[in-house]
């Protein structure tokens, strides 16, 4: 049997794990989802800025006296979220010239950032460098030419792609033959390319091996595999290391059957981290940095969408909702999953209602890819209700194709204290 065969129902579960529910209705920031809505609108994405707050407060206690943390604008590219962990003490990780405007916008000091990706164009290389950027992390020989040709100093960090062995997670990064970075075999013939550099100022390290990752022990392998080639790496240099960078990565639960990533584990194999970078002098006082995104900003999210109306086709019930893959293109199955399997779902204004009838929910595309549920378990479901798919609050909007079809954006919006601002696009 596939795994949509059987209808799902681990939304409520993890609602009542993740925010309030008054009677029967879903409560984030202190408001509940049907009454902001009811203003704000549909399709629409909800932000918990508390909700938020508290991953990276956790996160931050987890690898205190070890590592910070650069949030990974990828996952979520608003500057009202950059800015939400700028407060919190985060830098800031961009994969483009517009995330790092935006991270700009969101009050991020430039030398608080770092810029990685396998493509960087020059345009895009001569805004940050000259823009006076933290530092540039490198992924091929074309790139260190083209910061050569600039001709601003710039410090920089080598992107290396491990071995397989030291790989984790839903979706490599690294072991394998990819695009991204130098393989790790490799790096003794790499060095000689940054020596040659003359405006390249060679001070790090950035290691990232996968996504998704829920496994602590398998994280923490990864993460001392990485101090290991570091502590290589500085050896050929013969020179200190100033930052060593984890990459991200840390997952969080999605679907059914799957825990949450066990801090307290990670937090356990902090002082044999430390103990191997002290066991290595030109390593021992390296600025460490880890930068998660769907970590801090998924949980806090959920993407709410009204019922436009209800259809039965050949035994199977049909919940055709305002809102679709155009928004919530990872919520269809149709990013990086192999198998369709459903996210957390829920009616979010009938959280007390017998979650008996099971439904396919589809979006209003022309498309059977429109489709961000199957064999749900759900209360009975009308025209006007409401339905809200959890864990979106990173690789959403930004992540969808939006054009497509040219319906409207989804809205988006942050809430906190009883109190709610349109923060979309």
């Known amino acids: 049997m596939a795994p949509t065969d059987k209808p799902q129902s681990h939304g409520p579960a993890l609602a009542a794990a993740s925010f309030d529910i008054n009677e029967n209705d879903l409560v984030i920031g202190g408001l509940a989802v049907r009454d902001i809505v009811a203003k704000a609108g549909t399709p629409c994405f909800l932000y918990d800025a508390g909700a938020m707050r508290r991953a990276y407060r956790d996160l931050q206690a987890t690898l205190s006296g070890f590592a910070d943390i650069y949030y990974s604008v990828k996952a979520n590219p608003l500057p009202a979220i950059i800015a939400l962990f700028r407060h919190e003490g985060a830098g800031a990780e961009i994969a483009s010239a517009g995330e790092y405007r935006a991270a700009i916008k969101a009050g991020v000091a430039p030398e608080n950032i770092i810029f ?3 493509g ?36 920089a960090s080598v992107r290396i792609n491990p071995v397989p062995d030291a790989q984790a997670g839903a979706m490599r990064m690294g072991g394998k033959a990819t695009a991204f970075g130098f393989d ?33 022990d398998m994280l923490v ?29 840390l997952g969080i639960p999605y679907f059914a059957g799957e825990a949450p990533l066990d801090l307290a584990k990670v937090k356990a ?6 103990a191997l970078l002290k066991a290595h002098p030109l390593i021992a006082d390296a600025h460490v940095i880890v930068e998660p995104g769907r970590f801090l900003a998924g949980p806090g999210g959920i993407y709410t969408a009204e019922v436009n109306s209800v259809k039965t086709s050949r035994g199977t019930t049909f919940v055709v909702t305002d809102g679709g893959m155009h928004h919530h293109l990872a919520a269809s199955g149709n990013l990086g999953q192999i198998v369709k399997r459903n996210y957390p779902i829920v009616a979010p204004a009938m959280m007390q209602a017998d979650h008996a009838e099971t439904a396919t929910i589809v979006g209003p595309l022309c498309t059977p890819l429109d489709t961000l549920a199957r064999n749900a378990a759900l209360p009975r479901l009308q025209a006007g209700d409401l339905i809200a798919i959890l864990q979106s609050g990173a690789y959403g909007a930004s992540a969808s194709p939006g054009g497509f079809l040219s319906h409207a954006v989804a809205k988006e919006v942050l ?11």
């Open 221 to 249: 392998s990864q993460w001392r595999h990485a101090i290991t080639i570091a502590a290589r790496m500085a050896e050929m240099l013969g020179k200190p290391l100033e930052t060593i960078d984890l990459g991200g990565g």
């Open 120 to 155: 960087k164009s020059r345009a895009e290389l001569h805004e940050v460098i000259t823009g006076g950027i933290g530092e540039i992390h490198v992924e091929s020989a074309e790139e260190i030419a083209r910061i050569e040709a600039i001709g601003k100093p710039v410090k």
């Open 184 to 216: 790790e075999e490799e790096l003794e013939n790499i060095l000689p390319l940054f020596r040659r550099a003359g405006v390249i100022d060679l001070v790090g390290i950035h290691i990232y091996g996968g996504t998704q990752i829920l496994d602590a």
């Open 415 to 425: 809430v906190e204290n009883g109190a709610f601002e349109m923060i979309g696009r």
């Open 116 to 118: 990685a990706g396998p």
């Open 269 to 274: 194999a902090v002082p044999d981290l430390k």
